[in-house]
């Protein structure tokens, strides 16, 4: 692999998935990126995540990155990593749906 090692994940995906909730009109939701080519603990992240939006119930443009060479420019050397509000949460661990609850609160504080 050119540019370094992603661990952990190899599924052969390319291409990135975008889900978009509903946003508020005027109102510029916040931006979470689940980075990970597609593996079991890259999943789990993205569930964990999902579960985490539910429960804060803030409105979220939700991303799966799992094109390698952009998951590289965040400088993460494992995956699967988090990144909320192009900041970097998490990397090569899965936090549980309650730790990404307390992260998605603090930058809410900031979007507003």
Request: glycine share 10%; net charge positive.
């Amino acid at each position: 692999m050119v540019g370094g090692d992603i661990s952990g994940c190899h599924s052969g995906l390319s291409s990135n998935v975008r889900f978009v909730t509903e946003t508020s009109e005027g109102k510029e939701s916040m931006k979470i990126k689940v980075l990970g080519t597609g593996c079991p603990k890259c999943k789990k992240l993205y569930a964990e995540t999902e579960k985490a939006i539910a429960a804060s119930g803030v409105k979220v443009d939700l991303e799966k990155v799992e094109k390698i060479e952009e998951i590289m420019k965040y400088g993460i050397m494992a995956t699967p990593g988090l990144v909320i509000n192009e900041e970097i949460k998490a990397s090569g661990r899965v936090p549980q749906s309650n730790e990404i609850v307390s992260w998605i609160a603090s930058a809410a504080k900031r979007v507003v």
